[in-house]
């Protein structure tokens, strides 16, 4: 196990590296971003002297490897924008944008699982058919727009909820500051329901899908029908000999599920105006920040490798038959 | 979508439905089925049509400004009591309608090269990798788990950004975020056809190795990644949307829908519903009509694969 672990660790720091050199490969094929700095009156001498005080006059390989072995000192350079340590540029965004995706992860999960058992167990029926219609409609429905809808209909139309801005929660939590965290729960939700909605209606869908199918799966093998012959309540063969089995597809979807939860972060908000990673980072990349943009990037890829991770525990865990190797 | 990067689920197979009834239910499931493939069928047809004549049945220059009939709600007639924008006007007086049909050009042009591209890279590289095995099948996946671990949206905006927006890149772009998924599958169907009876046979009348891959296996792993393409043009559409929305699709000359929902966004305070709900609508349309597609043709060619998405 522990063998294992290590192995995984090690793989997950090769990943990262290998995430680091494309981002960084990328951002410099377009060119020297010196000229970002400058303005376009400037004389080759100013030009020269931003590009030295931003490192960008060393050879590319020098500069790579200077990032990494800043990277391995927890070091990934200053943002050229905010002038501040870039890591912790990402790092003051990122409460807001855990906050948005665990809401969206519980959304999906909480309304995923339900509806996928309801959808299974009236296989055929009108239930099934609405739920699954749902289903493929909240699959095809472009985040944004789904964004601008609520904004359009909730936020103006009803009034019922605010269509842009965020109220901190984690942030105070983080900071042992537990009044301020309680006192702001509740406005702070308001805030939070419409974008988490709008993310996890993509993975919510797909969940209830996967959910259902699995469902079936599991519904039509023998120990079901033995437990039902034994003369257990439908509950107890559904929740506990049946969904047990079913979770795990969805286990294994969870932890792909962040990379998708991204995406959506990214574009959801910039649509909300949610003061998170997702849109500092393409402002970042708008503005060649190459040490923000790397920072970003090595957050989110090691937070997803590192939830993989978990998932293949977990998995080992709650399915004896898969084995680590 | 992607199947699990790490390890691999345990296969289960199905258990065929025995009793009447539930044959009963299954032909009755499979004929409501057959209503909306049908329905999907139709609408990506008028779809196609418009992104190919769209020209030619555009009632206006989709580009042409006209700043005093700005901001025009639907369906309003003219003094003359006729109606010249049926679906109104966006911020420069251009009608929304003849926009929405160029829209559906770069939309399909997009997702179908796209996933033409991704399809094309993923086949050929998880086919060698499963038919070689050994250091290039390593490599290859190895390669296969650094873009599963790299935020696709990430690479996909910086990409942009730096080269330039244009629908090459786009098409570039979206394809090479596509091939992993096409590679797994290829490398895994192609594993277990290598041992079959059908491949020592053509490999002993002495065909070559590229020829065993691409004639003798390739048709029989086709299902599988034909219903894959069909969900992955519904995804592609999506990222385009995604990405034009961002502002870094293609030139804003050319209308696409994601980049009339963006130009909306500035309107919506105003109530301007129109400009944001007609792109929107058209997305979902086609987006739905290649899932439900996918879904009806995973069921008709591999019925193996249900609920594998």
Do not use: C
């Not at chain 1, 965004?93 to 906050?99: K, V």
């Not at chain 1, 900071?175 to 729960?185: C, I, S, V």
């Amino acid at each position: 196990m522990w063998q294992y672990v290590i192995s995984r660790v090690v793989q997950a720091g090769i990943v990262i590296v290998a995430v680091t050199l494309i981002t960084f490969l990328t951002l410099h094929m377009g060119g020297d971003p010196t000229y970002l700095y400058v303005s376009d009156r400037a004389s080759d001498e100013e030009i020269q002297l931003v590009r030295e005080r931003l490192g960008f006059d060393r050879p590319l390989h020098v500069q790579y490897l200077s990032f990494l072995g800043g990277l391995v000192q927890g070091d990934t350079g200053r943002s050229l924008t905010y002038r501040t340590p870039a890591m912790n540029v990402v790092i003051e965004r990122l409460p807001a944008t855990i906050e948005l995706t665990v809401m969206a992860m519980l959304i999906a999960v909480v309304f995923a699982i339900p509806l996928g058992v309801i959808a299974a167990l009236n296989r055929g029926t009108a239930v099934d058919g609405g739920i699954m219609a749902m289903a493929m409609f909240g699959q095809s429905i472009p985040s944004f727009w789904l964004g601008i809808m609520l904004i359009l209909f909730v936020g103006l139309g009803l009034s019922w909820l605010p269509i842009s801005g965020h109220v901190p929660v984690l942030e105070p939590l983080l900071k042992g500051d537990f009044e301020r965290a309680w006192t702001n729960l509740p406005n702070a939700l308001r805030y939070l329901i419409m974008p988490a909605f709008t993310i996890s209606l993509f993975s919510m869908s797909r969940n209830a899908r996967l959910v259902r199918s699995s469902m079936l799966e599991v519904l039509s093998q023998d120990y079901v029908r033995t437990a039902r012959s034994k003369g257990l309540r439908e509950w107890n063969v559904v929740m506990r000999h049946a969904l047990r089995n079913a979770w795990m597809p969805v286990v294994t979807m969870l932890g792909l599920e962040f990379g998708f939860l991204l995406s959506g972060v990214v574009v959801v908000e910039t649509v909300f105006s949610w003061p998170g990673v997702g849109r500092l980072v393409f402002n970042a990349i708008n503005q060649r920040d190459v040490p923000l943009v790397q920072s970003a990037v090595v957050m989110f890829a090691g937070v997803f490798v590192l939830l993989n991770l978990i998932v293949d525990l977990l998995y080992a865990r709650l399915d004896p038959r898969v084995r680590l190797s | 979508m992607t199947p699990p990067s790490i390890s691999q689920a345990p296969q289960m197979t199905m258990a065929a439905p025995t009793t009447r009834r539930d044959a009963a239910r299954r032909a009755w499931r499979s004929l409501t089925r057959a209503v909306w493939p049908l329905v999907a069928i139709a609408i990506l047809l008028v779809i196609t049509f418009a992104a190919i004549a769209g020209p030619s049945i555009v009632p206006k220059d989709p580009n042409r400004q006209n700043i005093i009939n700005r901001l025009q709600p639907p369906m309003v007639a003219d003094r003359e009591g006729v109606v010249q924008h049926y679906l109104g006007t966006d911020a420069l007086g251009r009608d929304v309608y003849s926009r929405l049909i160029y829209g559906a050009r770069v939309s399909l042009l997009v997702g179908f090269t796209a996933v033409f591209i991704g399809g094309a890279l993923g086949v050929v590289l998880g086919m060698t990798g499963g038919y070689l095995g050994g250091r290039v099948d390593a490599l290859i996946m190895r390669l296969a788990d650094i873009q599963l671990a790299f935020p696709f949206i990430l690479l996909a905006i910086m990409f942009l950004v730096v080269l330039g927006s244009g629908v090459l890149n786009l098409v570039l772009i979206l394809g090479i975020g596509q091939w992993v998924t096409y590679a797994r599958i290829a490398r895994a169907q192609t594993m277990s056809q290598r041992e079959k009876e059908y491949v020592e046979a053509a490999l002993a009348l002495g065909a070559s190795g590229a020829s065993v891959l691409f004639k003798t296996i390739l048709p029989n792993i086709l299902a599988p990644l034909i219903v894959i393409a069909s969900f992955n043009v519904a995804s592609v559409i999506l990222a385009e949307a995604a990405l034009s929305f961002l502002g870094l699709g293609v030139p804003p000359t050319v209308p696409t829908w994601g980049g009339m929902l963006a130009e909306s966004r500035d309107q919506l305070l105003a109530g301007r519903w129109w400009l944001a709900v007609y792109p929107g609508v058209a997305i979902m349309l086609t987006v739905l009509s290649f899932n439900i597609l996918g879904d009806w043709l995973r069921d008709f060619l591999d019925p193996r694969l249900r609920g594998a998405d």
